[in-house]
């Protein structure tokens, strides 16, 4: 049991040194549509009713992940630099622990975050993520850019290949 804690761990860890796109072969393809659940725990929205003419990041993210923290601070001090990106803060742990998740950063005050629980892990699976944090980045016309599994991508990045 040990020695699978243990691997698993490091192959998390793994994940967390990587500042290059990641090739999923869904490049160019439209963002899937999925059903988050707020952290009202009773608001759902679907994201094939987000607007067009809006990039969007797709962050899913473990609120104990300290790199996942660490972009979501990064994000947040530039959050005047991404104010014409929408933000979706995606998350497979109980809602109650986005909840304090949320109100570490005070993301509610920034209207361009929406953070919530892929009940059905739609996101998960669809990309086949391995680890946290993951970044999947949309054009405008929601056409996946690029996606990134762990590293640090500075706001300027984010900025930058969501309006390519």
Do not use: H, R
Request: charge should be positive.
């Amino acid at each position: 049991m040990k020695l699978c804690i243990l691997i698993l761990t490091i192959a998390c860890l793994a994940g967390c040194y990587s500042s290059e796109p990641q090739k999923t072969g869904k490049e160019g393809k439209l963002m899937p549509a999925f059903k988050i659940l707020l952290t009202d725990s009773i608001t759902w929205i679907n994201t094939s009713t987000a607007t067009m003419n809006q990039p969007i990041v797709l962050f899913d993210f473990s609120p104990f992940c300290p790199y996942c923290k660490k972009q979501t601070k990064e994000i947040i001090e530039d959050i005047d630099q991404l104010k014409g990106i929408q933000f979706y803060f995606i998350s497979s742990f109980p809602i109650s622990t986005l909840k304090t998740f949320n109100k570490q950063f005070k993301l509610a005050q920034y209207p361009n975050i929406t953070i919530g629980m892929d009940t059905a892990n739609t996101i998960g699976d669809y990309f086949e993520i391995t680890g946290v944090p993951y970044m999947a980045i949309y054009g405008k016309d929601k056409k996946l850019k690029k996606s990134f599994l762990g590293g640090k991508l500075y706001s300027s990045q984010i900025k930058k290949i969501a309006e390519e």
